[in-house]
């Protein structure tokens, strides 16, 4: 099984309807970060989070929203969606520093959501 | 603020022959570099990094990169290509001298490994 999984791996939906990006990781890191990669741009950074009680907004925050509802699960969602919000969406993971151990921002992604907007 | 430049949006190369995939990068202060890879329809995975230390690293897959400080570049490179190298590769930076928490990735260089 992967150590990060998101949920839907595919989806195709219309404009203005509401879409649930999930991702759940069986890694045991606390930080846990949303990137949509677009062809030629990259990826970009949406929303990060450092536990469960924090939650930062990235490059490209507008138009999303996220939820982190515990340690393992980071969902992400698009309220009404756009067609300019057509992209691959990951979800990715890294670790703190622990007795010592240096932080150095790893990170560790899960398959990626293709998002398709009509 | 942190940047990374990939200045080739694709390298061709033969198979057999060694590859270059480059990267610069601008900081304030020390970076953490890394190098990913995308094979079609999966998500990125580690490849490498520099922390500190010899500034040639070595990696998975036979890549290695160099942190040249002067020059702020980590091109990654390969003494003998494979077709199954062909793939998306990206460059990412972290500043620790400014105290950030974030990568921030490049556009990426495709590769492409011709048999």
């Known amino acids: 099984d992967a150590d990060v999984t998101q949920t839907p791996r595919n989806r195709i939906t219309k404009t203005g309807k509401r879409i649930m990006l999930e991702c759940s990781q069986t890694?045991?890191?606390?930080?846990m970060y949303w990137y949509r990669q677009d062809p030629g741009l990259g990826l970009r950074l949406i929303y990060y989070?450092?536990?469960?009680?924090?939650?930062n907004k990235g490059e490209i925050s507008d138009g999303y929203s996220v939820s982190r509802q515990a340690q393992a699960k980071f969902s992400l969602s698009l309220e009404s969606a756009i067609p300019n919000q057509t992209a691959l969406y990951f979800c990715?993971?890294?670790?703190?520093?622990?007795?010592?151990?240096?932080?150095?921002?790893?990170?560790?992604f899960g398959e990626g959501s293709r998002l398709t907007v009509l | 603020a942190q940047s990374v430049a990939q200045p080739e949006d694709q390298v061709n190369v033969a198979e057999g022959n060694p590859l270059t995939v480059k990267c610069t990068y601008s900081?304030?202060?020390?970076?953490?570099l890394f190098w990913y890879v995308q094979y079609p329809n999966r998500g990125l995975q580690f490849l490498l990094k520099?922390?500190?230390?010899?500034?040639l690293v070595k990696g998975s897959y036979g890549f290695e990169a160099e942190f040249n400080k002067s020059q702020t570049s980590f091109h990654q490179k390969k003494p003998s290509a494979l077709v199954s190298d062909s793939a998306l590769y990206f460059c990412?930076?972290?500043?620790?001298?400014?105290?950030?928490?974030?990568?921030?990735f490049g556009k990426g260089t495709k590769l492409s490994v011709i048999p």
């Open positions: 900081v304030s202060g020390n970076p953490y």
């Open positions: 989070s450092f536990d469960v009680k924090d939650i």
């Open positions: 890694k045991g890191h606390d930080r």
């Open positions: 520099y922390i500190t230390g010899d500034n």
């Open positions: 990715a993971t890294s670790d703190t520093t622990r007795g010592g151990r240096m932080n150095t921002g790893e990170l560790f």
């Open positions: 990412a930076v972290r500043d620790i001298g400014a105290g950030s928490y974030q990568l921030t």
